[in-house]
């Protein structure tokens, strides 16, 4: 064969493999991963948050106090705000707790937790069980027994696929005119695999995802996390012997399911609150969740309202 | 250059990207998403593994019995033994320690596929490798030796790097707390990251001493200009203590009590730990629990045992 009708043929090779690519992850974008038959002669939907989910996020779940358990499982001494990057300002607020309010000699084992504990910045570090359902398809809902407390993650329309990081940098997202409240605003959007540092061939050829070196996504990986940006916060307590954030309290959280040895589902989530009025830096944490077969350990618990002085 | 009126170069593109795609390996090859020098975050459970925690302080930790019972022999002085001082960490508590780590790769200079991964802690100079693929490694014997940082296997799913490690000596759960592992441990690991944030899951498993996987999440924040110093151990009397003395309690000696669980506020059913302290319910629990007798009274009892055993040392001294 002559050399021109070789680098022709394998030309059309490329252009017909990469094409198909490209239609088979622009018109079926979940197919690739659940090994699903391609939906390209079906009229395509606008993808929802439900529709796109990169993960089963549903059910109840329990948290697993397995670090921090004297901050977490216990009310922490008053005055005791060991490895959260606090200023002076905030060391002020955090002293003024009073343990008279939450049982008195026994506050620190009374049960008794203000609900400025269970508000976005500390609850999910809180021990308590979940409920994680969809309320609509693109609003993902997260009920807590422990602090009664409801989170609406919320996706934006037509657009559950996205890296929070590049968007915040990108001034796309961010406070917006919701009234304050104790959960915020939460802004949610899938992360799918690579979007870090993945070589052209992961991330899809030229057209498929954005072409080289745009940051395209290959979706026949496996994997994925849900991340969520909570703004419109009033302030609250990072742990609840009072230690504050205020309410220019932004959250940034990834959720990331994975299992143990034993098969038991689990989410990891990794929070980082950013808040330029109590805190000299980001304070970062994680918590794990393990998945229970149904609710019938669901045990309500209301936090205690206290009126701020 | 045309063909046919076609300029060809576009072509000449197209068909090398072409027997690129092919040869490439499928699926995508391994990432290299730990590359780099990572300084641990403390913000969370840093007591536990700054000098701490102390004997006996188990809340939170899914133990048996007999690793409650191993713990209760255990004198915290046995870390200043000389022989001791320079031993080395299991690959089930480095990560955890707060340490600076190390992560490079090493690939195969013909086909550029990730053949192992090595890390390396500051804090006690533990190296570890992790193999790859772990589907193209054979494991080791069950009679291979165990180390410490025992035989890694790991494989890229997606972002996530699975890390599953077996041979691993006998170790302890928990720094200066003489909470055991046994040789029978398994760790598995999901190391992942978020921009600069580095996660850790590490799921270590002992059918021994673990009544179910201890599930713990390690945070790390990258140093791009990273570096790390050497780890120079020199063994030094810190103790003066006779040769051949071994620090140990004997059997009989069961209060372990620190003042720090009375400062703390923490209920001494809960510093017993097992795994009924790990979850919400237990909040309900400890309102239950009787107060604590005074830090004086369990001193005083604690006082008495040590003197028995000390008259019990110096009876059977040659």
């Known amino acids: 064969m002559k050399l021109r009708s070789l680098v022709g043929l394998l ?47 549903t059910g109840y779940w329990v948290s697993v106090v397995n670090q921090d358990w004297y901050f977490r499982m216990i009310t922490p001494p008053k005055g005791q ?64 027994d422990w602090g009664a407390q409801t989170r609406l993650l919320r996706f934006s329309p037509g657009r559950p696929n996205d890296d929070l990081e590049q968007a915040m940098r990108r001034g796309e997202v961010g406070p917006t005119q919701a009234q304050p409240s104790m959960q915020g605003y939460s802004l949610a959007m899938w992360e799918q695999p690579f979007r870090l540092n993945a070589n052209g061939w992961q991330r899809g050829f030229a057209g498929r995802g954005g072409g080289l070196g745009q940051g395209g996504i290959d979706v026949s990986q496996p994997g994925g996390d849900l991340a969520v940006l909570t703004t419109n916060l009033t302030p609250g307590w990072l742990r609840r012997n009072g230690v504050p954030y205020s309410a220019r309290t932004r959250v940034i959280e990834h959720y990331l399911t994975f299992q143990d040895p034993t098969g038991k589902d689990w989410i990891n989530v990794t929070t980082e609150v950013v808040d330029p009025e109590y805190l000299n830096t980001p304070f970062i944490t994680t918590a794990d969740f393990r998945k229970e077969p149904d609710g019938s350990k669901w045990a309500p618990h209301p936090c205690k309202q206290v009126a701020e002085r | ?32 998403l730990i590359n780099g020098y990572w300084a641990p975050l403390l913000h969370q459970d840093a007591h536990p593994y700054a000098g701490g925690p102390d004997p006996g302080e188990f809340p939170g930790l899914p133990i048996t019995d007999a ?73 080791p014997p069950d009679s291979a030796p165990h180390t410490w940082q025992g035989f890694s296997v790991g494989k ?66 990258r140093i791009p200009q990273g570096s790390m110093d050497p780890y120079p151990c020199d063994a030094r009397n810190h103790l003066p203590m006779p040769d051949g003395f071994v620090p140990m309690r004997l059997p009989f000696y069961t209060a372990i009590y620190n003042k720090t669980f009375f400062e703390h506020g923490i209920p001494l059913e809960a510093a017993r730990g097992g795994e009924q302290t790990m979850f919400p319910e237990y909040q309900d629990h400890l309102k239950t629990l009787p107060p604590n007798p005074s830090w004086a009274q369990v001193s005083a009892e604690q006082g008495k045992q040590r003197a028995e055993q000390d008259a019990i040392r110096q009876k059977s001294a040659p």
Request: aromatic share 8%; with cysteine; hydrophobic share 40%.
């Open chain 1, 81 to 144: 705000y060991a490895q959260v990057p606090l200023n002076a300002a905030a060391r002020k607020i955090a002293d003024q707790f009073d343990p008279a309010l939450y049982g008195g000699a026994n506050y620190q084992t009374s049960g008794i937790i203000d609900c400025r504990a269970y508000g976005a910045a500390g609850l999910m570090h809180m021990p308590m069980r979940i409920h994680i359902t969809w309320d609509s398809p693109d609003v993902l809902k997260i009920e807590t």
């Open chain 2, 156 to 221: 890229w799913v997606g972002n996530v790097l699975w890390v599953h490690t077996t041979h691993l000596k006998e170790g302890f759960l928990q720094r200066s707390q003489g909470l055991p592992l046994s040789d029978k441990t398994v760790m598995d690991e999901r190391i992942f990251r978020y921009g600069d944030l580095l996660v850790n899951i590490m799921m270590i498993s002992d059918p021994a001493y673990l009544s179910q996987p201890f599930v713990y999440s390690k945070l790390y924040y």
């Open chain 2, 67 to 139: 690793a409650r019972k191993v713990a209760s022999n255990y004198d915290e002085n046995e870390m200043m033994l000389r022989e001791l001082q320079c031993r080395p960490f299991p690959a089930t508590y480095g990560p955890r320690a707060l340490s600076t780590l190390r992560a490079w790769e090493t690939r195969d200079p013909e086909t550029q596929e990730q053949i192992k991964i090595e890390t390396t802690m500051a804090f006690a100079a533990q190296h570890r490798t992790i193999w790859m693929p772990a589907s193209r490694v054979t494991p």
């Open chain 2, 1 to 32: 250059m045309q063909i046919m009126g076609i300029n060809r170069r576009p072509l000449w593109l197209a068909a090398a990207f072409t027997v690129v795609g092919l040869l490439s390996p499928q699926p995508a090859a391994a990432q290299s």
């Open chain 1, 11 to 57: 030309a059309l090779t490329g252009a017909l493999t990469f094409g198909h690519a490209e239609l088979a992850a622009q018109a079926a974008p979940q197919a690739g991963r659940q090994g699903g038959p391609p939906a390209a002669q079906q009229p395509v939907a606008p993808q929802t948050g439900q529709s796109a989910a990169l993960t089963d996020l």
